[in-house]
């Protein structure tokens, strides 16, 4: 008889309660679902010490895994090939593919005979978040007889026609082959031998093959730590709308800046970017006479909800979003997002909770965000309700809370065979 509290071995070799981005989602995932299965987290050496930090025992809560003899040489050679900080992430990824494996190995070696005695009741393999990185593991769990689960899978949104300059301006040189990645042997054993495929996207779950679409569970990747975006916004005075992100072409803060110009002239809106970059320059060019716009540089996480807490609306024409986990938090704080209909944001956002523009041009793009925010500054109250709407669609799916419980009903899933419905949540 299964357990009540799954035995859960959680395979998080990106994982960092001190970092962003993936390694964030990797540690608050695996943190959360403590709160519904018996978890230990596998992760890689370079998080031991903060996890320490956050007050785990090495050995008890967690095993760091050092792959660095691979791992570090094959980091260094994606830094150099990406040619530029924050750039070329599809270069990252595939370097990543090439030095992932020995973790894995690693990991197997270390409970592979735990596995196959049966210690754990699931395996589930968290980050990479890439689908383009295929797992040794999903097989060997399924010859223990283990399920194993995989995700949440999330990238690959194809380039928008017509923003060619941007992704040169990222280096994302590979992003013209990427989809060479699901010809290599190991993607296909890895989806057939995953018990359930988690896709943070509706774009990642439409590239898995049709003959494994019965076990795919659509659950974005980002979540919301109410720790640390607790405050709700009290916004007041005339209409104040934030940016935060890198300041970076595919982000569109200059869209942002062209489009709210008329308004800003007028003194009719104010707008608090928040973050730093490469174009930094150029957007304080554009900005020069424009008393309403505020560069506030980049901020950590309790700062941007400060600052984010006194906007009405969260303005992000970004045009390329996997995840959109600035959403969310916005979101959160009862602030209404405005952003373009694509890829993560346009997933996330309905049209009770924020403002959704078509993803057309960045002539079409700014068009509508310039129009959109006339409209409001001319009728602040087409936001009223939507502030309560959007921190409510966050309280009800995107604490790390609610996905651990979401997660947790995979688990049973997979562990009654998979029979009954597949679980749904949105």
């Not at 570090?72 to 900080?85: D, I, S, V």
């Not at 209404?336 to 960045?362: F, H, N, Q, S, W």
Request: hydrophobic fraction near 45%; glycine fraction near 10%.
């Amino acid at each position: 008889m299964t357990p009540t509290r799954p035995r859960v071995l959680a395979i998080a070799e990106a994982a960092n309660p001190e970092w962003v981005s993936v390694p964030l989602v990797g540690w608050s995932l695996a943190s959360a679902l403590r709160e519904v299965a018996d978890v230990h987290v596998v992760t890689q050496i370079r998080n031991r010490d903060a996890f320490v930090r956050a007050g785990l025992v090495e050995g008890q809560d967690f095993t760091a895994i050092d792959s660095e003899t691979f791992a570090r040489p094959m980091w260094k050679l994606a830094e150099r090939l990406r040619m530029g900080q924050g750039k070329g992430w599809t270069m990252v990824q595939a370097i990543n593919a090439l030095s992932y494996p020995w973790f894995e190995r690693l990991v197997w070696q270390r409970f592979g005979d735990a596995i196959r005695g049966g210690v754990y009741d699931v395996v589930h393999r968290i980050t990479p978040l890439s689908p383009t990185i295929s797992s040794s593991l999903a097989g060997r769990c399924a010859r223990s007889g283990v399920p194993f689960v995989l995700g949440p899978l999330n990238g690959g949104v194809p380039w928008p026609r017509g923003f060619e300059a941007e992704r040169r301006a990222e280096r994302e040189w590979l992003s013209y082959v990427r989809d060479a990645y699901k010809l290599l042997p190991g993607r296909g054993a890895t989806l057939s031998h995953a018990a359930a495929i988690l896709c943070g996207s509706y774009h990642t779950a439409s590239e898995v093959p049709a003959r494994h679409q019965g076990k795919v569970v659509y659950i974005p990747e980002n979540g919301i730590d109410p720790a640390r975006f607790h405050r709700v916004a009290v916004p007041s005075g005339v209409l104040r709308a934030g940016f935060v992100g890198r300041l970076v072409p595919y982000k569109g803060p200059d869209m942002l800046l062209q489009a709210a110009r008329p308004l800003l002239e007028a003194g009719r809106l104010r707008l608090e970017i928040i973050g730093d970059g490469p174009m930094m320059p150029a957007l304080r060019d554009m900005a020069d006479g424009l008393d309403g716009v505020t560069f506030h540089g980049w901020k950590a996480h309790e700062e941007v909800q400060d600052i984010l807490a006194t906007c009405h609306l969260l303005s992000f024409p970004s045009i390329r979003e996997f995840g959109g986990g600035v959403v969310l938090e916005a979101m959160a704080l009862g602030v209404v997002p405005m952003i373009v209909d694509y890829a993560g944001p346009g997933e996330l956002v309905g049209p009770e909770t924020g403002i959704k523009v078509p993803c057309g041009t960045r002539e079409e793009i700014t068009q509508a965000f310039g129009t959109e925010l006339q409209r409001l500054a001319d009728d602040p109250s087409a936001l009223t309700g939507m502030e309560a709407a959007a921190r409510a669609r966050v309280e009800s799916h995107f604490l790390w809370a609610r996905k651990a419980e979401q997660v947790a009903q995979v688990y049973d899933w997979v562990l009654a065979g998979r029979n009954g419905a597949r679980p749904a949540f949105f």
